[in-house]
């Protein structure tokens, strides 16, 4: 049997069986990457379904163990069909799962198992991170460290000329990104200046930079499937007061929560150590967001470090680690690095220099 799927089948009852639809856990079970697809596995039967266009790639790159099959039928269809008898509790992911394709699963199989949504029982066995799963966000992030080094030339040279914009700037991080070597964005690029930097996820738009903007720049490469992770914001031309003491606090709050945390703390005591230092400077309610995030191959996954998170983060979960403070219709700074959590305390994964950078 597959090891990834002997992985799957401890965390189920012996009746257990897993109908996966959502890609990248398919990509995480069986290495290879469909936008059609699912994997049934069960302890008799561990079958990957996919259409004609993928079913060649899959014969010759799935992991070993897996049967592959072409579908023919819908997956409902399908699993009535080559479902096990062994079978009486089949789990599906239901936080991917839509309502129409629930009730194909329901109709087709309700009569003779139950249906158990669960995905969470998929996220946690992404969490740790294996050896090669960190030199892919290794090389994914050293592609996003590669861009903000060319994004910070690129504004130094133009923003003076009047006519750079927040969308040419993130046009420019997704060329940059890709010509280091990544495969694609992790996610749409965020660049952010003046006022609207007062909001998390602007959409960069058609502002032109000036000068005493801060200019805050969230944006990740993506490398063999894995994700990078990265927000920086640097100023053109000048910083008042009120923005340096900003960035600062921002600052501090990241390092005191980098220099603290280690595996086998609570989400919401990580969460804790960057809040605070904002908290004590009197932005506490300037900063409405999550500490951070799980990444790998998705972009927002388990674990989190955020104020109701009770859960316990291991050694080898990869996470952002990005406090911001956001004035409405001012300013907004934020900083993210993304670390590997260790028994001691982390690595960080990001190189990119953090002091307040002057273009």
Known sequence: MNEFAKRLLDKLPEDGAFAILRPENRRYLTGITSSNGMLLISREKQAFYTD???????????????EVCLLKKSFAATLAEDLPASVKTLYFEDTFLTYREYKAFE??????????GDEKILSDLRVVKSSEELDKIRKAQSFTDAAFTHICQFIAENWKSGKLTEQRIATEIDYAMKCAGASNPSFDTIVAAGENGSKPHAVPSDRVIRHGDMITMDFGAMYDGYCADMTRTVAVGGVSEKQKEIYDTVLAAQLNALEKLHAGMKGCEVDALARGVIADKGYGDAFGHSLGHGVGLMIHEAPNFAPRFEGIIPAGAILSVEPGIYLADDCGVRIEDIVMVTDEGCVNLTASPKELMIL
């Not at 899959?58 to 992991?63: C, K, P, S, W």
């Open 52 to 66: 004609f266009r993928y079913i060649t790639m899959a014969n010759n790159d799935i992991r070993p163990g897996y």
């Open 107 to 116: 109709d087709a199989l309700a009569s003779r198992v139950t249906l158990v």
